[in-house]
């Protein structure tokens, strides 16, 4: 990435934090009025342990709105065994629910995540690491924890690990789990009938088209309904449907072979080929609840 591309980045997400700290406030909140939301969590109950609940609010001609919930507890006593003696079990938290109703904002959950961990620094000044799962068997593969910098420990029990560390020696504890930090695990991506239909609706004004190039790492993006791609050749290119909230991929490279041959074949592109750097790059432009969707057989 160019160091101009690197500064437009930069400027971007801080205007976009700065404008989410004017629209939406962290603060702590009781149980009774965190449980309509914790009802809405796909587990649908409180979890053990609370420690801190803070709601999510939207602020709205000078008043509030509670649209959602984050719930740090204590977690099981063998979690952050591994990384004593840095850190004692009681030096740790869970964040062990968060809900926030679809209101169509962009990084809103990784924006919770954020100002909350801060909340929990001065809330709980003796706390040095909290940990957190996303769920396999519903799909999750921690997306919007890879948003906020969380370090990856891997999968056990059908259960992706992260961790941030808020406190404590922060380079005794990195050197003491150096060992065990992993790659970021990919979103797996959902099955749809086929590459037409995604974002092809050039009737709803949403609908994206876009292209990448890798040697400079540029990502752009353009209205579908007024753009039908580059004039030059990109490395990847794809849509982005408003409706699905859905990012099709195609291998550029391995569609020209396929063409080549006269198949003009779309159905060639691996999820595990995308480039890290752009599958974050789409990620920040759609939102990190937006699924990724190549067109290889055997991928879902």
């Not at 995540?113 to 801060?118: E, N």
């Not at 009737?203 to 040697?215: R, T």
């Not at 995308?274 to 057989?297: A, H, Q």
Request: charged share 30%; with cysteine.
């Amino acid at each position: 990435m160019s160091i101009k591309n690197a500064v437009v980045k930069i400027l971007k997400e801080f205007v976009i934090l700065e404008k989410m700290k004017d629209d939406f406030e962290i603060l702590p909140t009781s149980r009774q009025e965190s449980e309509p939301f914790v009802l809405k969590h796909y587990l649908e109950t409180f979890p053990s342990g609370i420690k801190r609940i803070y709601g999510i609010y939207k602020k709205i001609d000078g008043n509030r709105q509670m649209i959602g919930v984050i719930i740090y507890g204590v977690p099981f006593y063998t979690v952050g065994r591994f990384l004593e003696p840095e850190v004692k079990p009681t030096e740790i938290l869970e964040l062990k629910r968060l809900f926030i109703d679809d209101i169509g904002i962009k990084n809103l959950e990784s924006f919770v995540i954020g100002q909350s961990l801060k909340l929990l620094k001065r809330d709980e000044p003796s706390i040095k690491v909290v940990v957190t799962f996303a769920d396999d068997n519903q799909g999750h593969k921690g997306t919007i924890y890879q948003a906020t910098n969380a370090i990856y420990l891997g999968m056990g029990s059908m259960k992706h690990k992260y961790i941030y560390i808020i406190g404590g020696d922060v380079d005794a504890i990195k050197n003491k789990i150096q060992n065990v930090v992993k790659q970021y695990p990919k979103k797996a991506v959902q099955e749809v009938i086929s590459y037409n239909d995604i974002g092809h609706n050039y009737k709803n004004k949403k609908n994206k088209i876009w292209w990448w190039y890798n040697d400079t790492e540029e990502l752009h993006v353009r209205p579908a309904d007024r753009c039908h791609g580059p004039s030059t050749r990109s490395d990847f290119e794809g849509r982005y449907d408003a409706d699905k909230n859905m990012i099709s991929i195609v291998d550029m490279g391995e569609y020209r072979k396929s063409s080549d041959l006269g198949r003009f074949n779309v159905d060639n592109t691996d999820i595990k080929n995308v480039p890290e750097n752009l599958i974050r790059r789409l990620k920040f432009e759609f939102g990190d609840n937006t699924i990724l969707k190549s067109f290889f057989e055997g991928v879902s």
